[in-house]
Nanobody, 130 residues
Framework: QVHLVESGGGLVQPGGSLRLSCAAS????????MGWFRQAPGKEREFVSA????????FYADFVQGRSTISRDNVDNLVSLQIHSLKAEDTAVYYC???????????????????????WGQGTQVTVSS
């Protein structure tokens, strides 16, 4: 069983930065891709960012490209997402995910598909407001 716990959410002013972290426990397998999705009120869950098991490949949604960085620590089973220049539209619940062990490797074509991710955290609220 895999357990994901996100942290780092909260209230941030527009233009500010935050760092989300996710600790994975259980039979995580450091050879699996990890990432982040988010869901704003009244909207569908959407892909934010992902990182391959060895950190060699990273993926970002257009709306965070250039102002965010995803990283991972396979020793401590952590994945982090730093976002700068936060906007009100970044307000959402952010979810940590781990890709399915039986799924295909992440590519730019499939990385945004929710179906590729088997394990989900409970989410952490990020609110961007003055």
């Amino acid at each position: 069983q895999v357990h994901l716990v996100e942290s780092g959410g909260g209230l941030v002013q527009p233009g500010g930065s935050l760092r989300l972290s996710c600790a994975a426990s259980g039979r995580t397998g450091s050879t699996l891709s990890m990432g982040w999705f988010r869901q704003a009120p009244g909207k569908e869950r959407e892909f934010v960012s992902a990182i391959s098991w060895n950190g060699a490949n990273t993926f970002y949604a257009d709306f965070v490209q250039g102002r965010s960085t995803i990283s991972r620590d396979n020793v401590d089973n952590l994945v982090s997402l730093q976002i700068h220049s936060l906007k009100a539209e970044d307000t959402a619940v952010y979810y940590c995910v781990i890709a399915s062990p039986s799924g295909p490797a992440l590519t730019s074509s499939n990385v945004a598909s929710l179906a590729l991710y088997e394990y989900w955290g409970q989410g952490t609220q990020v609110t961007v407001s003055s």
